[in-house]
């Protein structure tokens, strides 16, 4: 942590929304911000994202006063289980940008390009119909994807691994995508992130 922003005292609730945006290589601001009311909780420059400088920021907008009644996050690995007791929500905007860097926009194969299709509709569909469609996607295509070639070592590998990892990131994931869905009474609309919230 370089430097934390001014202090200032609110009350009442927030969805927190919580990120990291980097001007080069070692200078990051991490904001935290209320998606109800738009307002900055609190602000700190880092020289690198850790989940302790999320932990630490959420600890001190609770000390400021303010009742955290939901967190929205990008999904750092082992960011999900530091909150006990407080929902979580995946941003829906980062699941889609982590799907599209394994499978790009404009995926070739036909499993691919159905496993794109579907994670485009995350941001419009309810958790039922989201779950149901991957479930059925896996049905599908597991055969596929659990393709393997022997290398030149002599070892099998699976042979779509880009697609595998697309897949097990939505699965992976999909307890904390629908968060908003399971907890309506906080404002789904807050909750379901889209780029220009971020």
């Not at 001190?60 to 929500?89: M, N, S, W, Y």
């Not at 999909?174 to 609309?189: A, E, K, Q």
Request: glycine share 8%; proline share 3%; with cysteine.
């Amino acid at each position: 942590m370089i430097k934390p922003s001014k202090e200032h005292t609110f009350s009442g609730t927030a969805n927190v929304l919580m990120d990291t945006t980097y001007f080069g290589k070692k200078l990051g601001v991490m904001v935290f911000k209320d998606s109800l009311s738009g307002r900055i909780l609190f602000k700190q420059y880092v020289q690198q994202e850790t989940n302790k400088l999320y932990q630490l920021g959420i600890e001190e907008i609770t000390r400021r006063g303010i009742k955290i009644q939901a967190i929205i996050c990008d999904g750092r690995k082992g960011l999900f289980q530091l909150f006990e007791g407080i929902p979580i929500q995946m941003c829906n905007f980062h699941q889609v940008a982590i799907i599209r860097r394994y499978l790009t926009k404009k995926p070739k194969m036909q499993a691919s390009k159905e496993l794109w299709e579907h994670t485009l509709l995350l941001v419009d569909t309810d958790k039922e119909s989201f779950e149901g469609g991957l479930a059925l996607w896996y049905a599908k295509w597991e055969a596929f994807l659990n393709e393997r070639k022997l290398g030149v070592d002599g070892k099998k590998r699976y042979v779509h691994k880009k697609l595998r990892s697309a897949y097990r990131s939505s699965k992976t994931n999909l307890p904390w995508l629908f968060t908003w869905y399971d907890n309506i009474g906080l404002n789904p609309n807050s909750a379901k992130i889209t780029p220009s919230k971020l």
